[in-house]
């Protein structure tokens, strides 16, 4: 049974980092794609980024590029969205999911990651960047 339990959230102020965690259960993360999304009230979900399958690439959204870095620790089943430089505009409930028919990330090819490619998703973790 495939599962992703993230964590990693909380209040931080602006300019502040935070690391999130994605443990997947079920499989083995390099034979799928993962992506972590973030959806702020009222606004659809967003990809932040995306880690493919065996060959590892990346993808980042111009919005958190140069400030977030996806990486994965096979030893651990777990794939890590670190982040710094937070803004309140980062403000959103994080979420990692999971895709294996399509093991690339979109996002490199069409410039974003699309929610409905991931079938598989975790139960998110809340991110709040505020004074």
């Known amino acids: 049974q495939v599962q992703l339990v993230e964590s990693g959230g909380g209040l931080v102020q602006p300019g502040g980092s935070l690391r999130l965690s994605c443990v997947a259960s079920?499989?083995?993360?390099?034979?799928?794609?993962i992506g972590w999304f973030r959806q702020a009230p009222g606004k659809e979900r967003e990809g932040v980024s995306c880690?493919?399958?065996?060959?590892?690439?990346?993808y980042l959204a111009d919005s958190v590029k140069g400030r977030f870095t996806i990486s994965r620790d096979s030893a651990k089943n777990t794939v890590y969205l670190q982040m710094n430089s937070l803004k309140p505009e980062d403000t959103a409930v994080y979420y990692c999911?999971?895709?294996?028919?399509?093991?690339?990330?979109?996002?490199?090819?069409?410039?974003?990651?699309?929610?409905?490619?991931?079938?598989?998703w975790g139960q998110g973790t809340e991110v709040t960047v505020s004074s």
């Open positions: 999911a999971a895709k294996r028919d399509m093991t690339f990330c979109s996002g490199n090819y069409y410039d974003r990651e699309f929610p409905d490619e991931y079938p598989y």
């Open positions: 079920g499989f083995i993360i390099e034979h799928y794609a």
């Open positions: 880690i493919e399958d065996s060959d590892g690439n990346t």
